[in-house]
């Protein structure tokens, strides 16, 4: 992937104001980067395998500023590496400390509007290993999104009822946290989703 690719990607992305910093990062780091199409139980990933380039996908489906605060936690995860290989833990204090350094320059209201930046603030003080794990900013996050307001989520949803997420159908289970364990009804497989995710249409379980 080179240089254009990469900051055409961004310019579609991110905020337009968080382009050109975005791009330092990759121009600093060299990773592949990928857009993925939306995925059950994450928005964004950092990889690396021996002799291979370091790799980081984000999901195309998702706003500017959620894209943006995805592609820098990442970049923090890749960081962090090289730093210390596997030495530390994956959301560990140097990673938390990576993350704040890497947000603090983009942490303007110029880029993100101020009702969403002050959560980001908050969430900030001490950054969780996914932005799903607070709810405040996952709502606030969520108000800026084109889709339609009315959403249904996982959580609001009781256990035992089948939801489709993604063109895929579920029964919901128990709830571990912030995600909560389902069963994709045509594998057999389980997933552990967000609980903060929106469905699509519901059959819900009888109480």
């Known amino acids: 992937m080179n240089s254009k690719e990469v900051r055409q990607i961004l310019e579609r992305h991110v905020p337009t104001a968080s382009v050109d910093y975005s791009f330092s990062l ?15 139980s994450k928005v964004g990933d950092f990889s690396y395998r ?10 195309q489906d998702i706003h500017p500023y959620l894209f943006l605060t995805t ?3 990442e970049v923090a995860h890749l960081k962090v590496h090289l730093l210390y290989g596997h030495r530390v833990s994956a ?10 350094e890497l947000m603090a320059p983009v942490m303007d ?20 290993a996914s932005s799903f794990s607070d ?21 609001q949803l009781p256990q035992g009822s089948i939801f489709s997420f993604h063109g895929r159908w579920f029964k919901k289970g128990v709830t571990k946290r ?15 989703v967000p609980k903060d995710a929106e469905v699509g249409s519901a059959q819900l379980a009888l109480l």
């Open 91 to 100: 959301h560990g204090k140097e990673w938390k400390t990576t993350f704040q």
């Open 50 to 59: 021996p002799g291979q380039t370091q790799q980081i996908t984000i999901n």
């Open 178 to 192: 912030t995600r909560v364990l389902c069963l994709e009804l045509k594998t057999k497989r389980q997933y552990l």
């Open 26 to 40: 990759w121009e600093a780091y060299r990773f592949n980067f990928k857009l993925r199409k939306a995925r059950l």
């Open 71 to 73: 592609y820098i936690h």
């Open 109 to 128: 209201p110029v880029i993100f509007p101020l009702p969403l930046l002050k959560g980001l603030r908050k969430h900030m003080a001490n950054p969780k």
């Open 135 to 155: 709810s405040e900013l996952t709502a606030l996050f969520r108000a800026y999104d084109d889709k339609p307001n009315k959403a249904v989520l996982v959580a």
